[in-house]
Nanobody, 122 residues
Framework: QVPLVESGGGLVQPGGSLRLSCAANRAIFRDYAMAWYRQAPGKEREMVASITSGGTTDYSDAVKGRFTASRDNAKNMLYLQMNSLKPEDTAVYYC????????????????WGQGTQVTVSS
């Protein structure tokens, strides 16, 4: 399995920006589609951005136009640039394989990291 470590969260004012990073310590990471997910208190975990191994991205309607996912396969790194942040973006953010709960996901990833807290508040 591929351990994943998220970082870069913090407290930011509405309208501000943050850049999240996700480190994978195995080169096999580069062969898989990845995604950023988030979970707000009392809500289900949701996917906000996905990125294929080749770099094609897709976004949820809630973040489209504000968030940008990218990856550096040479460094086994995944990124999420978040601009124009809103209070409703407040959540714990996770990276993981995409899609989750597939046989491939269980074989390659199979678990979640600690996530990184993003709080958008004035």
């Amino acid at each position: 399995q591929v351990p994943l470590v998220e970082s870069g969260g913090g407290l930011v004012q509405p309208g501000g920006s943050l850049r999240l990073s996700c480190a994978a310590n195995r080169a096999i990471f580069r062969d898989y589609a990845m995604a950023w997910y988030r979970q707000a208190p009392g809500k289900e975990r949701e996917m906000v951005a996905s990125i294929t191994s080749g770099g094609t991205t897709d976004y949820s309607d809630a973040v489209k136009g504000r968030f940008t996912a990218s990856r550096d396969n040479a460094k086994n790194m995944l990124y999420l640039q978040m601009n124009s942040l809103k209070p409703e973006d407040t959540a714990v953010y996770y990276c993981n394989g995409y899609p989750i709960n597939s046989p491939t996901w269980f074989a390659v990833f199979g678990s979640w990291g600690q996530g990184t807290q993003v709080t958008v508040s004035s």
